[in-house]
């Protein structure tokens, strides 16, 4: 699969759209990166690329579940694509786990 990856560290599909996000900050550029698709090959790429950075945590405020909730996909939206692809690979191997029958059961 073919990825675009600008100065800024934003991962986009297409070169338009890397196009757009580089006039947009004034300058840069971005690189064609190809990222593997098996899942072996991706995983590898994501750990090798992956700088996980603590973001600070969203504070309660006073039992507002909708803004936090709010607050969380914002924060989200914001997180590179490669990131985004190794938490949704985390999420379906936890998921694959948990529906899968114990050994030596029924």
Request: with cysteine.
């Amino acid at each position: 699969m073919r990825l675009y990856l600008t100065d800024m560290g934003h991962w986009v599909g297409t070169q338009a759209e890397a196009g757009k996000l580089v006039r947009a900050g004034d300058g840069g550029s971005w690189v064609l990166v190809e990222v593997p698709t098996d899942k072996e090959g991706l995983l590898a790429f994501l750990n090798a690329r992956l700088q996980i950075k603590a973001a600070a945590p969203v504070a309660p405020s006073a039992g507002n579940y909708s803004a936090q909730s709010i607050a969380f996909e914002d924060a989200f939206a914001a997180l590179p694509l490669a990131l985004k692809l190794h938490f949704a690979a985390l999420a379906i191997e936890e998921a694959r786990q948990a529906i899968r029958p114990a050994k030596g059961g029924c």
